[in-house]
T-cell receptor
Framework: GAGVSQSPSNKVTEKGKDVELRCDPISGHTALYWYRQSLGQGLEFLIYFQGNSAPDKSGLPSDRFSAERTGGSVSTLTIQRTQQEDSAVYLC?????????????FGPGTRLTVT | AQSVTQLDSQVPVFEEAPVELRCNYSSSVSVYLFWYVQYPNQGLQLLLKYLSGSTLVESINGFEAEFNKSQTSFHLRKPSVHISDTAEYFCAVSDQSSNTGKLIFGQGTTLQVKP
């Protein structure tokens, strides 16, 4: 079956512009996670959604970052007024349910470059 | 808060030699432990995990890891590596009490298997 998909695969943007990154989780998975993989910081948790519950935003690095999940499926991560330090690979993962017993399946990532 | 330290950023090894990738964690609460692998040009995949029970866990492709609570370690080992094991390996923990699946990753170790 189809895995987690992310779009675009690559995004180059100018400093100060807003960007939107999209994640399509595996059908039927209620939990969705966003992570960021950057040279200086390694792999960092950003935010996660479980069903219709309020998301856990504890990993978002600043208020320029936000995410939403519409209809319990597709998620969009938005970065406003991008900065060069936002350059990274943004990974999305989904699991059947939020919890450590359930494997997270990762998408291929979106490589964001801020010039 | 939890943190994960992978002591080696790169590990070069010859084919059929044994390898150990080191992982130590710091946490004020009990954690679950994971190893993820990222093959070249592929997404992150779960390699193995420790949730409870036997402290020695194995993967289907010959890797094993042992949870050592006293040393707060979860080192990954393989007695004989193949060229195809060349990849980046990430150690991760999650907080047992929250059971959200939220992962805290180490910086990663690049395993380079040489012929």
């Amino acid at each position: 079956g189809a895995g987690v998909s992310q779009s675009p695969s690559n995004k180059v943007t100018e400093k100060g512009k807003d960007v939107e990154l999209r994640c399509d989780p595996i059908s039927g998975h209620t939990a969705l996670y966003w992570y960021r993989q950057s040279l200086g910081q390694g792999l960092e948790f950003l935010i996660y959604f479980q069903g219709n519950s309020a998301p856990d935003k504890s990993g978002l690095p600043s208020d320029r970052f936000s995410a939403e999940r519409t209809g319990g499926s597709v998620s969009t991560l938005t970065i406003q007024r991008t900065q060069q330090e936002d350059s990274a690979v943004y990974l999305c993962a989904s699991s059947l349910v939020a919890g450590d017993m359930y494997e997270q399946y990762f998408g291929p990532g979106t490589r964001l470059t801020v010039t | 808060a939890q943190s994960v330290t992978q002591l080696d950023s790169q590990v070069p090894v010859f084919e059929e030699a044994p390898v150990e990738l080191r992982c130590n964690y710091s946490s004020s609460v009990s954690v679950y432990l994971f190893w993820y692998v990222q093959y070249p040009n592929q997404g992150l995949q779960l390699l193995l995990k420790y949730l409870s029970g036997s402290t020695l866990v194995e993967s289907i492709n010959g890797f094993e890891a042992e949870f050592n609570k006293s040393q707060t370690s979860f080192h990954l080992r393989k007695p004989s590596v193949h060229i195809s094991d060349t990849a980046e390996y990430f150690c991760a923990v999650s907080d047992q009490s929250s059971n959200t699946g939220k992962l805290i990753f180490g910086q990663g170790t690049t395993l380079q298997v040489k012929p």
